[in-house]
């Protein structure tokens, strides 16, 4: 067999374009094993309650004693305690625009 230059590019360049089509193959192949995590409505939204509240007890511990905190707390516990519908939108307004 008679080794010229254009047998040699030839060679070369099969040899890339196998090596392109493995490498295309082996990036597919991952994709193909990934897992895909999605969170239902439900599920958001318990997310979102559950960092409100979080935000509202740190600022509520941050800024009152213990004194005041037990008053409050047995307010809530007898059903005394009363929060206006426009005051606890405010709350979960500031708190969404600030996480």
């Given at each position: 067999?008679?080794?010229?230059?254009?047998?040699?590019?030839?060679?070369?360049?099969?040899?890339?374009?196998?090596?392109?089509?493995?490498?295309?193959?082996?990036?597919?192949?991952?994709f193909e094993n990934t897992d895909v995590v999605s969170?239902?409505?439900?599920?958001?939204?318990?997310?979102?309650?559950?960092?409100?509240?979080?935000?509202?007890?740190?600022?509520?511990?941050?800024?009152?004693?213990?004194?005041?905190?037990?008053?409050?707390k047995q307010k809530i516990q007898n059903?005394?305690?009363?929060?206006?519908?426009?005051?606890?939108?405010?709350?979960?307004?500031?708190?969404?625009?600030?996480?």
């Amino acid at each position: 067999m008679k080794i010229t230059n254009s047998t040699v590019n030839k060679a070369y360049k099969t040899t890339l374009r196998i090596k392109e089509e493995l490498s295309v193959k082996k990036q597919d192949s991952v994709f193909e094993n990934t897992d895909v995590v999605s969170m239902s409505q439900q599920a958001k939204n318990a997310n979102f309650a559950s960092k409100v509240s979080k935000n509202i007890c740190e600022d509520v511990e941050a800024n009152y004693s213990a004194a005041k905190l037990n008053a409050l707390k047995q307010k809530i516990q007898n059903g005394e305690y009363r929060v206006s519908d426009e005051a606890l939108a405010d709350a979960l307004i500031s708190h969404t625009w600030e996480a």
